[in-house]
Each structure stands twice: as C-alpha cells, then as structure tokens.
C-alpha cells in the first residue's frame, strides 16, 4: 500500500490544464496516461486514508477512501481513459478533451471528498465542466446546453440548501456526523431533490434525452459516465440506510426510461433515455437500504459505466462514418462494419442482463434484494414483488430497446454505399471495454471482489447472492425471449409511430413564455408606475407655483380653500407614487 501525496482528482486536473498547450497528440497521450493513473492510484490506497483541510473556514475532509469511493475511483479512472483515447481517433480537438478532463477531475473529487461541503462543492464545479463541454460543440448544443445549467443550477442550488440544513442540525458536514445521512426533516426532501435533478427522477430527468445526443460523438462519452453516477454516489451518502420513495422511484425511473426509449429513431437520444433506466436500478438498490441491496446499486454502477460508454462508443464510431444520427437512415451495417457491431451486440446484452454478461450479474443484486429485503408492496403478483416487478418490466423494455437499434443500424435492409469500419484507436478503445463486459459477467467474482460488502457472504448480507443459478437463468432467458417476441409483434405499429413528446415539451415553453410574460408585465407596470408618477409631479409642481392658473383650469372658480386642498392632495398623491416607484425599483 501507498500513502496518499495528492488527491486522485489533482493530477486529472492539471492533465486538463496543460493539454491544449502541449500538441493534440501529446495532450492526449498525457490526459490518457494521467486518467489510466488513477486507477493503480486508488487500489493501492488504504481504506480510511484521509486529507484533512479547511474550506471557506470550515473544517472539511477533501480527500477520502472507503470501499464506495474506491469502486468509483476505479472506474472512472478506467473509463476516462478508455475515453481520451476515443476523443483523440475520433477526431476530438484538445480544448474538448481538456473540458472533458476538467470534468472528470471534478467528479473525481465528489466522489473522493469526505464531506457535504467538499461534495457540493465539486459537484457544482462538475455541472460547471460539463456545460462547458457541451456548449464547446456549438451549434444545437448551445441551448440545450443552456437548458442544462438551468437544471442543474437548480438541483444543485436545492442540495445546498440541504447540507446548509444538515449542518444547522448537527453543527458539522462530515458524513459521519450523522449515521443516518441528511439530517432533519428538511434536508432529507431538498437532497432528493437536488439529487434527483443529477440522476434523472422522472419529471426531473428531460435533460439527459435533451442534452446528450447534440455535443461531439467524444464528449457524450464523457458525459454519459459521470453526472448520473456521482449521483447514485451522493444519493446513497444522502440515504446511507434508504428510503422507499427513493426505491419506488427507481423501479418507476427503470420502466419510464426504457419505454421512452423504445419510441426514439436518435441513436443517442434512445441511449440517452436508458441511462434513467438503468440509473433507476441503482437508485432502486441505493432505496433498499439493506446491504445487498447497496453492493448491487454500486455493482450496477461500475457495469453501467462499462457497457454504456461502449453503447455511446458504438454510437459514435455510426455517426462519425456514416454523418447520420437517426435509425431510420440507417441499416445492414453490420456487414460493414463488424467490429462496431459486435462490440454494439456485447454492450447490448450486457445492458439487458443477458446471462455471461456483466448486467446480468448487477442486476440480478438489485432485483434479488428487491424481492428478499423490501416490503411486497401494493401490486405484488404472486410470488412477484411491487419493486421486483417493476425492475423486470424495466428490463423487458430494454431488450425490445437494443433489438430494434441493433436490428435498424446493423440487420435490416442494406446501407447505400461502402462504410469503413472503426479506425484503429476506436477499436482499442471499444474491444477492451467490451472484452471486461464479458469478463465481469463469467467471472463474477472479480466484481464481487470490489463491492463495498461481500454478498456471497451471509456475515455481510441478509440474502447470499448467487449469479448462476437456474432460476437465475431462466428469468435472464425469458426477459430476452419476451423482448424478441414483443418487438416482432410491435415492430410494424412502432415504425409509425412519430415524435413522442416528454414533459420537456411542457415545462420548456411554459419557462419561455412565463418568464417573457413576466419580464414584460414587470417593464410594463414599470412604464406606467413612471408616467403616472412624472404626471403627477408636473402636476403637483403646477398647483404649488401656479395655483390660481392650475385650479381655474379645472375648477373654476373654486373657493381658496379647496384649492389649497386640491394641491396638498396632489402632493401627497405624488409621494405615494414616488414611494411605489421605490418599492419596485428594490
């Protein structure tokens, strides 16, 4: 074992900072090599390691190890590597990838800090990279880019207030102030909010179909790993013992996502959509709150990151060919291009938790936890759990996903004219993360090996988890068999069906129109505040200095007295509109 010098996140950092000065070659040969570093960096590390520091006068823990912020060291360390290496043979230029790099620094230090305040702090830096990102790409994804920051200003805004909150209950942000997590009744209700904003809560989720497909094929790589990863991660230290919203939520998130996406021709806007669903088994296991349940939510996690930037990969490598996003413009390209398709088809039944496949085995965690360690609850069917059931219709939707993107871009029909397959370094990239898809789902112990609690062990578990059983297998085998049939029988109806609106289509115009009506409601009540109140001065300036000419202009001969009344009411008049004119202006 080592002793920490720096945070793992420090050197990610400086990668990015030095990557546009050093030649695109050379830069992301650095950033690359900084990122593969982490990896060795974090296993070698103790648990219980430390990096203690004061922040904006606060005591802070800024660098932490334990068995969740290992597993996440580890993966993001791999897959951003895994990732330069894609940008650079995908023709990515060195800012992008130093914006990508900055981001992942950023999420390396959410995962790594050991406290609220060190969390939220990089978890706003990391929307701030991430946006930069997005926008760098121009065109389309500048708005889109914009809709994102809104977002995640606000959930970011709304964690904050939780952890200010937190801290008024118990005086202290480290995670270990509390045994429950947020503390009080408030916190709790703003973290999942907040939190709900970064992993996509349905109602909450619009920007990821929204935001993911428009930047450069490279940077949706990126930022299709770590948002929603970092956090399952914050949400888990926010519910460190669950909650059965957060797990109902989940099991929702993992049939909306996937139903969503079944009706999507966007090859990144379907992906985009099934990282809420599959995002929702690791809320649903992070919602358990038992330990299985937990280990399955970060197993789920670490296999996530894994086959779906090989999706994003696969994706990427079809449009950078081809300059085509949609399905329906596509087809018979796997004759074309068999290294992409194959590397599509590992990553396609990893995600549906096909058996040999890495899904299969985290999955199968979360669902097997949702059935021996969460309540029935209202629609159990038999001997089928609420929850249980909720995840397998998630995971019946996601093979009917992948059977028809795979079936439209690489089986039906014949692709006009010749396409060249991935080039060299997209095919490294793409081989190696499919070849540890394969390798986590036979060999499951390597997997299990890094989970925060063993769960083949019923010292650590409440029930032993077993991949390879025949029960296990079956309902692998007959999600797939259902998924096949059920996209025969829908295939032809489905080829009809148009643009799905999501409630983006909502609240998006609903946002342009009510904030125009309400700048224009302010300016306007603003204007005729201003005329009434510089009427009434000029008025009040005339009666004072004039008032014989003033008064017999409107009232004759009026007696002195109520001339003398009139005036003083205008003045006062005036006052109470320059008053109001005041109150508006602050």
Known sequence: MVDPLVPPFLPVAVAALLLPFLGRKLGHALGALASAAVVPYVWLTDAGTHWEVSLFGFRAVLYNVDEFSTLMGLIFGFIAAAAVVYSYYSEADSVQTAFALSYVAASLGAVFGGDWLSLIFFWELMAVTSTLLVWYYGGRAVRAGFRYALLHGVGGTLL??????????????????????????????????????????VGLHAWLPDTYPRPHVAASVFLCVFTTKTGVYGMYRAFPDGHVAVAYMGGIMAVFGATFALFQNDMRRLLSYHIQSQVGYMVAGVGIGTALGQAGAMAHVFNHILYKGLLFMTAGVVIYRTGKESLKKLGGLGREMPITAVSFAVAALSIAGFPGFNGFVSKGIVISASHYEFPAGPLAIGDFHTLELLLLVGGVGTFLSFIKFGYYAFLHGEYDGSVPDANRGQAVAMVTVAALCVFYGLFDGALFAILPFDVTSDAAVGHVYETYTVDHVVEGVALAAIGLVGFVLIKKPLSKVGRVPDIDSLYNPAALYGTRALVVGVTELYAAADRAVVGLAERSVAVTTRPRESIEGTTGDAPDSLRAGIGTSVVLVALVAVAVLFVLIV
Not at 169 to 181: D, K, N, P, R, T
Not at 184 to 201: H, M, R, S
């Open 160 to 201: 904050l207030g939780a952890v200010i909150w937190h801290y008024v209950e118990v005086g202290s942000f480290l995670f270990s102030a509390a045994e429950g997590g947020m503390a009080g009744e408030v916190a709790p209700l703003l973290a999942a909010v907040g939190i709900g904003v970064n992993v996509g809560f």
